[in-house]
C-alpha cells in the first residue's frame, strides 16, 4: 500500500511525504493546499507567516497544517517578515505539522470551551483523515511489523507502539510543572513525532495512562539513518 490519504472522494491522493524538500511555490504543493482548501469548502487563504533566520513557518489554521521551511543557498529571513517579503525560491519544506483537536466530552467540555476562548488562534483538526503512511516492515531493533500506519481521529498511544515499536526517543508528561507538557514519541527513522493530548497525557503518571490518549500533533519529516 502506497503512502497516501484514505480518500474515496475526488481530491487527489497525493503521498503527504512527497511535499517535502519542495519550495512554497512549487505547482504540486500548490494543488495540495488548493485540494485541502475545496474539501473544506474555504476560499484560498493566505498562511499566517512566523520567519527566522533559520526556520519560516506556514500555519494554515483551518486546515489543521503547519508546513516548516528550511532556508537554503546561504539565505537567512529576518523575524516578522510577510509572504510577499520571503524569497520563496531559497526556502524548502523540511517538516510537515498535521493537528488533531478532539472534541471534549463529559464534565470536561465546559472547562474545554472555557479554556479554547483565551486560546487564539487555533488550529483545527486536519481535514484528511485516516491518514496512510508508508513505513518500513521492519522496526529499528529488526522485529517485523505492518508496512503502513493508519492515523484516525482517535488513534492512541498504545496503537502507534504497536505498530511502530518502541520510539526511538521520548519525552513530557512529569515534572515540576507536573502537567502542562503532554507526552511525545519519536520514530527518528520512520521520520515521525508524536504529541499526545487530553489529560492521559500529562502529568506524574503520564507514562502509565497516556497508552490511552489520543494524538493531538503528528510531525513527518525526512527519516533519519
Not at 517538516?95 to 488533531?100: E, K, P, V
Not at 467540555?109 to 503512511?133: C, D, V
Amino acid at each position: 500500500m502506497s503512502e497516501a490519504d484514505a480518500q474515496t472522494d475526488s481530491t487527489p491522493t497525493l503521498n503527504v511525504r512527497d511535499l517535502l524538500g519542495l519550495h512554497p511555490l512549487s505547482p504540486k504543493l500548490t494543488d495540495f493546499l488548493n485540494a485541502l482548501f475545496a474539501r473544506q469548502n474555504k476560499p484560498e487563504l493566505v498562511p499566517e507567516i512566523k520567519s527566522y533566520p533559520d526556520a519560516v513557518y506556514f500555519n494554515y489554521y483551518s486546515l489543521g497544517l503547519s508546513l516548516c521551511f528550511s532556508p537554503v543557498d546561504g539565505y537567512k529571513p529576518k523575524m516578522g517578515l510577510s509572504l510577499q517579503d520571503l524569497q520563496q525560491e531559497r526556502l524548502v519544506l523540511d517538516s510537515i505539522d498535521l493537528y488533531n483537536v478532539p472534541k471534549p466530552s463529559g464534565a470536561n467540555a465546559g472547562e474545554s470551551k472555557s479554556r479554547n476562548k483565551t486560546t487564539t488562534p487555533s488550529y483545527s483538526t486536519y481535514p484528511r483523515l485516516p491518514l496512510i503512511l508508508k513505513i518500513a516492515p521492519t522496526t529499528s531493533d529488526g522485529k517485523s511489523r505492518s508496512s503502513h500506519l493508519e492515523i484516525k481521529l482517535d488513534t492512541t498511544g498504545k496503537q502507534f507502539v504497536e505498530c511502530l515499536g518502541e520510539p526511538d526517543r521520548k519525552g513530557g508528561g512529569g515534572g515540576p510543572s507536573a502537567g502542562s507538557i503532554g507526552i511525545w514519541c519519536e520514530w527518528s527513522k520512520d521520520g515521525i513525532m508524536v504529541e499526545f493530548g487530553g489529560d492521559e497525557a500529562r502529568g506524574p503518571k503520564a507514562w502509565e495512562t497516556g497508552k490511552d490518549a489520543a494524538w493531538k500533533v503528528i510531525t513527518l519529516f525526512p527519516p533519519k539513518s
